[in-house]
T-cell receptor, first 114, second 117 residues
Framework: GQQLNQSPQSMFIQEGEDVSMNCTSSSIFNTWLWYKQDPGEGPVLLIALYKAGELTSNGRLTAQFGITRKDSFLNISASIPSDVGIYFC??????????????FGQGTILTVHP | DVKVTQSSRYLVKRTGEKVFLECVQD?????MFWYRQDPGLGLRLIYF???????EKGDIPEGYSVSREKKERFSLILESASTNQTSMYLC????????????????FGEGSWLTVV
């Protein structure tokens, strides 16, 4: 099946620092999604990307759909304590019949020290 | 805003009990999904449905069944709960791929924490 590698697995940063995380796949994807999950809650959609090369921002968050269609990154600028959580990437495989199934990365655990 | 509602946030059930987890979405989405999430294992797809009365096995369907009698409702059933089914269960929905790539975007519910004792 399709593989998604998300890195880093965890990050410990100071408030105000910028954060960058990325996902790479073994296959071409036609959709990249980034989610944030707070403890005990379901994942919440942050940014959706649908075209190779697309760069999209949502407040302090910026994500890009890689040109090769096999990778995506998420940047968080000027981190604040409420950015703490687990960030997941997810992608939709471009080939075959998937009925909308996504492949998920393993998540990046973000800790922000005040 | 898309709303995916899971009926129970926290449940405690006994081994061997039949358990129903209910999920409702209010956006007329075609696709609905059930995942479980465990530490170190990430999100794993149990079952999904792309239409009323249609269902497909995901990666870990053993011990589970599903029902989709109405478009907005997708139920996960544990026929005989076991302790290894203690987990967080997440329901999700998406519009459908026929709407283009944006139809692939999945929206999650808040999750249901199930403990089987």
């Amino acid at each position: 099946g399709q593989q998604l590698n998300q890195s880093p697995q965890s990050m410990f940063i100071q408030e105000g620092e910028d954060v960058s995380m990325n996902c790479t796949s073994s296959s071409i994807f036609n959709t990249w999604l980034w989610y944030k999950q707070d403890p005990g809650e379901g994942p919440v959609l942050l940014i959706a990307l649908y075209k190779a090369g697309e760069l999209t921002s949502n407040g302090r968050l910026t994500a890009q759909f890689g040109i090769t269609r096999k990778d995506s990154f998420l940047n968080i600028s000027a981190s604040i304590p409420s950015d703490v959580g687990i960030y997941f990437c997810a992608g939709q495989y471009a080939g075959g019949t998937s009925y909308g199934k996504l492949t998920f990365g393993q998540g990046t655990i973000l800790t922000v020290h005040p | 805003d898309v709303k995916v509602t899971q009926s129970s946030r926290y449940l405690v059930k006994r081994t061997g009990e039949k358990v129903f987890l209910e999920c409702v979405q209010d956006m007329d989405h075609e696709n609905m999904f059930w995942y479980r999430q465990d530490p170190g294992l990430g999100l794993r797809l149990i079952y999904f449905s792309y239409d009323v009365k249609m269902k497909e096995k995901g990666d870990i369907p053993e011990g589970y069944s599903v029902s989709r009698e109405k478009k907005e409702r997708f139920s996960l059933i544990l026929e005989s709960a076991s302790t290894n089914q203690t987990s967080m269960y997440l329901c999700a929905s998406s519009l459908g791929s026929f709407k283009g790539n944006s139809g692939n975007t999945i929206y999650f519910g808040e999750g249901s924490w199930l403990t089987v004792v």
